[in-house]
């Protein structure tokens, strides 16, 4: 990867949030929210592919450069959340790893009651601003 200017990728970092949450809050189409500089998938999903797509036009990287920026990032929050950690994006959320202990559940069918085993579950939390902006 070519040398980027530290700025831009945080600009387009947060844009690539904002854009995100601007189109997720909103009951329109994608394409009228955003313009038609942005490609999401007809689901209204943000991919990878979306998310390269944005460093590519936004900073000027290659796609291969973009993807395999969007990979690294990605990667290193799944080793960060395996080995324990929570990760927090600021104005964005932060992903906590919990662990539950064993405890009995009931089948809401038939009302027998069943051990659910210790696991460990991965939640997240939206930050304020992100919770002020879906409202």
């Given at each position: 990867?070519?040398?980027?200017?530290?700025?831009?990728?945080?600009?387009?970092?947060?844009?690539?949030?904002?854009?995100?949450e601007?189109?997720?809050?909103?009951?329109?189409?994608?394409?009228?929210v955003?313009?038609?500089?942005?490609?999401?998938?007809?689901?209204?999903?943000l991919?990878?592919?979306?998310?390269?797509?944005?460093?590519?036009r936004?900073?000027?990287?290659?796609?291969?450069d973009?993807?395999?920026?969007?990979?690294?990032?990605?990667?290193?929050?799944?080793?960060?959340?395996?080995?324990?950690?929570?990760?927090?994006i600021?104005?964005?959320?932060?992903?906590?790893?919990?662990?539950?202990?064993?405890?009995?559940?009931?089948?809401?069918?038939?009302?027998?009651?069943?051990?659910?085993?210790?696991?460990?579950?991965?939640?997240?939390r939206?930050s304020?601003?992100?919770?002020?902006?879906?409202?």
């Amino acid at each position: 990867m070519g040398r980027v200017n530290r700025a831009n990728v945080e600009t387009c970092t947060i844009s690539l949030f904002y854009n995100y949450e601007f189109q997720c809050m909103s009951k329109l189409d994608p394409s009228e929210v955003a313009g038609p500089e942005t490609k999401m998938a007809d689901t209204g999903t943000l991919t990878r592919a979306d998310l390269a797509e944005t460093l590519n036009r936004e900073i000027g990287l290659s796609r291969a450069d973009s993807a395999s920026m969007i990979e690294a990032i990605l990667d290193h929050m799944t080793v960060a959340l395996l080995d324990g950690d929570n990760v927090k994006i600021s104005g964005f959320g932060t992903f906590v790893l919990r662990d539950k202990g064993e405890r009995i559940g009931r089948n809401p069918k038939t009302g027998v009651e069943v051990p659910i085993t210790p696991r460990r579950v991965l939640t997240f939390r939206a930050s304020q601003g992100m919770r002020q902006k879906v409202k």
